[in-house]
């Protein structure tokens, strides 16, 4: 089964992780870009270190570029989507709460603008 992965976009345009991805070398842009295709096709059974759970059905991809590492925050919905949130560089022993927040309250806004026919119309 693959899974569709979709970039969350604020109301206004903005894609928080496409903007960072954009923002890297292009060594750094392909290994994110190969972790996210991963992702893509194993969904939930990509393991340990590549992906976690972490809480209130947020996860984490685990991205280690040049001594960084690098989290993308992400979600599952609709039986065969996940919604890639936000991104950031990890300095601490734990994700920082304000982050899971702000995946959450992506996730939130997401969930308010797009229902799973639309997206399944977007996507064919």
Known sequence: MMWHVLYYETEGGKCPVKEFIVSRNQGNRAKILA???ALEQRGPNL???YADTLKD??????????GDRIRILYFFCFKDFIVLTNSFAKKSATVPT???????????????????KTLRGLIQ
């Open 35 to 37: 972790v996210i295709e």
């Open 47 to 49: 393991p340990r270190p």
């Open 57 to 66: 059905g947020i996860h984490e991809l685990r991205i280690r570029l040049s």
């Open 98 to 116: 304000h982050e899971i927040r702000e995946a959450k309250r992506c996730r939130t806004d997401f969930l308010a603008r797009y229902d799973e």
